[in-house]
């Protein structure tokens, strides 16, 4: 991904997104926020323990540097699962200017423009779609549990059913997450994949103790690719959230005392 600076706001896009010049998209990293501690200092979690205003400026600092209005924001509210929602006008500000209007939702989709929906993660996977045909976007939290659940399918799947998309017209971008050299999972966690036949024996290691490194960005790859996605038309970032802890939240990495970074994208009008 590429590295992108703001005032002292750093945050990565994907290269093949900016040939799209009618969507805004960003991932955030720990840097140029107003957070102290181990939310230094870039803190976007809206559940965690940092102050509400800390969290607020936060968000102000970052949706700023990416040309973004904080009342267009909509975040997801994560439970590792498979919802998609179609976000619309009244959903703009959920999450941060007013109180959550669902719940249980991992993924959001829309063709609306002005809503920049909005996923958190400090380990987990952010997924970006766009579809430049049908003019609609999408992004998904794809932690293990999603991933097993695949609901990078399932975001496909809703932009189909709601906006007619061809899957070949798609692209997508796997953002900063934690990579294979260090997520290492216990054997319940590595068979909850076992089912994917679309896989090759890329996205595991197996260790002497039965333990096993995953490869979540490969899975979710396969994934995308089995759901009709042309290879071609997915960038995968490479970032290991856990290597890169000094610039990117790491919840495995610091041993659960992070903050959270945010990935957002947004039609232009």
Known sequence: MKENYNNEVMYYTFPDFEQFDFITHAFSSREGGVSEGYYQSMNLGVKTADSKENI??????FTEAIGIKLENVVIANLNHGNNVRVVTKK?????????????DVDALVTNEPNLAITVTCADCVPVFFVDPVKKAIGIAHSGW?????????????KMQ???GSNPEDIYAGVGPCIGMCCYEVSRDVYEEYLEFDYLDNAWYFEK???KFDLDLSRIIFGTLAYSGILPEHISISGLCTSCNNHVLFSHRAQKGKRGTMAGMIMLKE
């Open 145 to 157: 549990k999603g991933t097993a659940l695949e609901i990078s399918a399932k975001v496909v799947e």
């Open 56 to 61: 607020r400026k936060n968000y102000e600092l």
């Open 91 to 103: 959903d703009a500000g959920c999450g941060i200017l007013k109180p959550f209007g669902f719940v």
């Open 161 to 163: 059913e709601e906006y």
């Open 208 to 210: 002497d103790n039965d």
